[in-house]
């Protein structure tokens, strides 16, 4: 496929060698699972919910053609990390003789729904695309990141969206910035578990933008999660102390909402000692976009 180009992205200039990205967490604000398609993914719609927290990638420049990545990931080949896909997968669609070498400082936890891996993958191809300037469009760039998993178009793109298809079909939405709770259990959830179980809800009746900015959506994995993992119910449970929580994605990861900081980060503070997480800030923009001037 011939993909367009940029001649220049965000105005970066190809001279630079190194760039620093934050590659965002999301959240589910709800999901619902509408269908399947012959192929065997399942139709949903949910609403991405960009934050202002996330890793901190750091990408260098090399004109060896070579990509590594530091530190090595637990478990998982450097083939199979989606950010060395990512960058391979750049490569390949357009030729580029460039390499890179790629560092992370890794915050977001695997299998927590909040989109780690796949922010990762975008944030790669954002930072490549301009390091080589290999000039391709935000466009061609989600085609590219949906070859990766549904998730990564969503960063891509860089904005809060509602989501329908399998996670590609986008629309940007300005939602209210609220602070939010986000809590870690403790353990990892699979998706491929949760997708392929026998109780899971695949048949949600659709619903509207405004159904949902009016009067909120849960998420149709969250009963199969809590039968299968009983710290993300326990966490939920502790959370809804405080705040109506419900679980982000199909990971382990749950999450309650806020007006402000303080009182974000005196619910956090009481966490017990066995969960981790952090407080973050509800964005419309990706900070990785904002790093690039793409807003």
Known sequence: MDYPQLARVGGVHRAMSSLNLVSPAKLNLFLHITGRRDDGYHLLQTVFQLLDYGDDMEFQRTDNGQISLSPEFEGIKAEDNLI?????????????????????HKRLPVGGGIGGGSS????????????WDTGLTISALCELGLQLGADVPVFVTGRTAWAEGVGENLQALDLESYWYVVIHPGCSVSTREIFSHEQLTR?????????????????????????????????LDWLNQFAPAQLTGTGSCLFARFTDEASAQDVFSKRPATYSGFVARGVNHSPSHTALNLN
């Open 84 to 104: 060395v896909r990512a960058a391979r997968l750049l490569q390949a669609t357009t030729g580029c003789p460039l390499g890179a070498h790629i560092h992370i």
């Open 120 to 131: 990762n993958a975008a944030s790669t191809l954002l930072a490549l695309n301009t390091l």
């Open 203 to 235: 048949n949600t009746s659709p619903i509207k933008i405004a159904a949902f900015l009016g009067q909120g959506a849960g998420n149709d994995c969250e009963n199969v999660v809590k039968s299968l993992y009983p710290e993300v119910k326990n966490a």
